[in-house]
């Protein structure tokens, strides 16, 4: 496993990706939904550089 930082439009739908694919094991159970993600990333408009993302990928997939 390796951690990087988050770096774009790239990432944030590979997180929603991992968001959905929860959804399809737990359902309602998971507490993000995939507008939740892109929320977080938009909802302070000029600063998003200012929070610290990390991703942390195995095998090329993001996992959290």
Do not use: C
């Not at 590979?14 to 939740?36: C, F, Y």
């Amino acid at each position: 496993m390796r951690t990087r930082e988050y770096a774009g439009r790239a990432d944030l739908r590979a997180m929603q990706r991992l968001v959905q694919e929860a959804w399809a094991v737990v359902g309602s159970k998971n507490e993000r939904h995939v507008g939740d993600v892109a929320w977080a990333d938009t909802h302070i408009p000029g600063r998003q550089d200012e929070f610290r993302r990390v991703l942390f990928e195995e095998e090329g997939r993001v996992v959290a």
